[in-house]
């Protein structure tokens, strides 16, 4: 970070996905986890009943994307499927105001309750998701795959809304 990056503020806007940011989502996916999920996965997920599909992008009318947030919701209740912002836009705010306007949508949809996974050394969505409210409510050991061939432990997290 530059010294005039320090003063210079992003500008975030969230917004529904569509199926033409599969690839893009895909991408980013891929960048975030050691098990990237291909088009056709989130093609199908985001086709599916029920599912909230929010991108982030730095500024309005870029074509570029900078985040996701995908969640099913059913019965009430949400399942934060994947939330992830791109290792260039980390530290700038984006995933505060994606997933804050990602709860708000879930919401909307008749959620009433959210849940997540997230790998337990995952220390900077850790903070996010205290920052916004969320608890721990499990574990599910040996539940992510990492790139070094390793299994993490996965804190299952949850939080009402509304």
């Not at 260039?88 to 879930?106: V, Y």
């Amino acid at each position: 970070m530059g010294l005039f990056d320090f003063f210079r503020t992003t500008e975030w806007r969230v917004d529904a996905a569509t199926g033409r940011h599969a690839a893009q989502i895909s991408e980013l996916h891929g960048e975030n986890f050691a098990r990237g999920w291909s088009v056709g996965e989130i093609e199908a997920l985001m086709t599916g009943g029920g599912t909230v599909t929010d991108i982030l992008r730095s500024r309005a009318g870029s074509s570029r994307i900078d985040g996701f947030a995908l969640s099913r919701v059913a019965g009430g209740e949400a399942e934060l499927l994947s939330i992830a912002v791109s290792s260039r836009r980390r530290g700038k705010g984006g995933s505060t105001k994606l997933l804050a306007q990602h709860l708000a949508r879930i919401a909307a949809a008749g959620a009433r309750r959210v849940v997540l996974e997230v790998d337990e050394d995952n220390e900077p969505a850790l903070r996010l998701y205290r920052r916004f409210g969320f608890d721990e409510v499990g574990t599910r050991p040996a539940y992510y795959a990492r790139r070094d061939g390793t299994r993490g432990t996965a804190k299952v997290l949850a939080r009402n809304l509304g």
